[in-house]
């Protein structure tokens, strides 16, 4: 599981309705929910991401409702690693269950500029900084949650499961 | 490693070593719990997973509690449609009709969570069977999906926070006013991610329904569970609603806290929690000049029978305040007839409280009592959101059974010394 892609450096305690406010909820549809991601943080943020690019947050990312368009919003965007200081419970779960690769790195998000080009290894728990060249060791995805990524999620991975 | 409570709960359902917080774990569920507005979500996810059945019809509790008795047909075509899923998956623990309560408080007295058990409820209160030292909290719908078809679901090892409560507790104070001092010392997230675990001497001698007030509310500081050891009194409490088998479990000595807070209690007044969040605790004292237009008694924090007992004993031979609508919703059947038994719903009615169903009703603003523009009411209830109980300009103070008996019946904000007959 390894990614690479620019940084776009969102702050401390994003909420669920700044990822996708809830007047946008009026569908499930990850492509849809992903043309209004961060549209309750910024009108018109999602412009300035490219397919592929990383999203580094400070504290709480994530907080506020349980709902789970928010991770579905940010991989419509084509956001597929959120690196933040930390997540709010529900939302990284959701994450994860949804096909999102979070990592938690604490005070080390400050090392990541906005901008940035990141290397990521989600396995080995490497952030590799291309601009500045620094590397950030976190704790690899246990071989479980790799399973549920690789299955794009956990309706795919019971469905496997229970097929099995 | 010596372990936190919370570690030694998860350690003893998965297969794994746990070594440190922030390691994913996967756990066996006990229990999996959905309530009339989250099941449908769950039902919906099942379906999509291709999930044809469940992983054990006899783990899985759907509790028609919210809304019940239907307030209107789109709550009533949910129930429906759960009722109808449980028939299919022949749930066994399925409840709606006169056999249902309050969830939190349902599932503790029929002996189907208890010590030692992993819970995982559609509902962000699951939390409560903390009290009897259960690993317990809420998920999304997708999680509890997996959880009911699978019977097992992941856990991130949390860290733990240890709250020490100590001192001489006040007669007019008790787990309801521990609680939102907590919350109001630590503030809502003040435990984001993170197990509180209780100890102290006023937590040692506490029943497990305060214990179960207190863990309801860990999730008002951002904790993912509030843990109380399972100790003797938990044993004795789950054996009597019907388990076997259960053993006493403790932290082990030597366990890493993240954080450790004190509470010296002597001296301490009943809480009050004012609008528009479960942090902002004062003194009952301060706020003797909120006028109130409604006192809600109830709830899976205070709708038990010590609860009803406490309100009782302040409110015996008083009156209701003109203008002031005292609703008493037991928070069970079991509850409501003990209560009967006991004489307390006639002193509730010869004060003129209205007497309601087993229902979360006016807790989360669904019926039953729900505020105008401009009114304030005196919850013994969790959370005090802007608009959680009506209208966006309407006010919600969270206090103890006590407390609310009390400003039932002077209609304002009170100490229930004042009021107390007895003296
Ligand atoms: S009583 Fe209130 S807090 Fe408890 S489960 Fe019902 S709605 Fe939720």
Redesign the pocket.
């Known amino acids: 599981m390894q990614y690479t892609g620019k940084v776009h450096k969102v702050g401390d305690h994003i909420d669920t309705d700044a990822i996708i406010p809830a007047r946008f909820l009026v569908t499930t549809d990850p492509e849809e929910l992903g043309k209004n991601c961060f549209e309750g943080l910024e009108a018109g943020w999602i412009k300035r991401v490219q397919p592929g690019d990383v999203i580094v947050a400070g504290k709480n990312f994530g907080c506020g409702s349980s709902r789970e368009h928010a991770p579905i919003a940010i991989l419509g965007a084509g956001i597929n690693v959120v690196i933040a200081h930390s997540f709010a419970r529900i939302f990284y779960r959701n994450g994860f269950n949804m096909g999102l690769v979070l990592l938690e790195i604490g005070d080390k998000v400050e090392e990541i500029k906005d901008g940035d080009e990141l290397q990521i290894d989600a396995v080995k728990g490497e952030i590799k900084n291309n601009t500045t060249g620094a590397t950030i060791k976190t704790a690899p995805i246990p071989a479980f949650m790799q399973e549920i990524l690789q299955k794009g999620g956990l309706i795919n991975y019971v469905r496997d499961r229970l097929k099995g | 490693m010596e372990q936190t409570l919370a570690q030694k709960l998860l350690q003893r359902a998965t297969q794994e070593e746990i070594k440190e917080p922030g390691q994913i774990v996967q756990c066996k569920v006990s229990l999996v719990l959905a309530?009339d507005i989250t099941a449908p979500l769950a039902i919906e996810s099942l379906a999509r997973m291709g999930a044809e059945k469940v992983f054990d019809k006899d783990k899985i509790a759907l509790v028609c509690?919210?809304f019940t008795p239907n307030k209107d047909i789109e709550s009533a075509e949910q129930v429906k449609k759960v009722r109808e899923f449980a028939v299919k998956m022949n749930i066994t623990h399925y409840f709606e009709g006169g056999n249902v309560g309050?969830?939190?408080a349902l599932l503790p007295e029929l002996g189907l969570v208890g010590p030692g058990d992993i819970v995982v409820g559609a509902?962000s209160?699951t939390c409560t069977y903390g009290g009897l030292g259960a690993f317990a909290t809420g998920l999304g719908s997708t999680d509890i999906a997996a959880a009911m078809a699978l019977g097992e679901t992941w856990f991130k090892v949390p860290e733990s926070i240890l709250v020490n409560i100590s001192g001489e507790l006040d007669e007019y104070v008790g787990a309801k006013d521990l609680i939102l001092y907590l919350i109001g010392q630590i503030g809502v997230d003040g435990a984001l991610y993170k197990a509180l675990e209780f100890t102290g001497n006023v937590v040692e001698d506490m029943e497990i329904e305060g214990r179960m007030t207190m863990a309801n509310m860990a999730i008002e500081a951002g904790g993912k569970v509030g843990l109380f050891p399972a100790d003797a009194k938990a044993l004795a409490y789950a054996k009597a609603a019907g388990r076997t088998g259960d053993e006493e479990i403790y932290p082990d000595a030597g366990a890493e806290y993240v954080r450790r807070v004190d509470i010296d209690v002597t001296g301490m007044s009943p809480q009050v929690a004012c609008p528009h969040l479960p942090e902002n605790v004062r003194p009952v004292e301060e706020l003797k000049d909120v006028v109130v237009d409604q006192v809600v008694l109830g709830?899976?924090?205070n709708g038990r029978i010590s609860d009803l007992r406490d309100a009782a004993r302040i409110i015996k031979g008083h009156k209701v305040a003109k203008n002031v609508r005292f609703i008493v919703l037991p928070a069970t059947p079991a509850i409501y007839k003990q209560a009967l038994k006991e004489g307390l719903l006639e002193i509730f009615a010869e004060a003129d409280a209205i007497i309601g169903p087993p229902t979360?009703g006016p807790?989360?603003g669904?019926h039953m009592g729900i505020l105008a523009a401009g009114e304030k009411c005196l919850a013994t209830?969790?959370?005090n959101f802007k608009g959680r109980m009506g209208s966006l300009e309407s006010e919600v103070y969270l206090g103890s059974p006590m407390v609310a008996a009390a400003t039932a019946i002077t209609g304002r904000i009170t100490h229930p010394k004042e009021v107390n007959s007895d003296q």
Request: with cysteine; proline share 0%.
């Open positions: 309530n509690d919210h309050v969830e939190h509902d209160h709830s899976c924090t979360c807790c989360l669904g209830t969790n959370r």
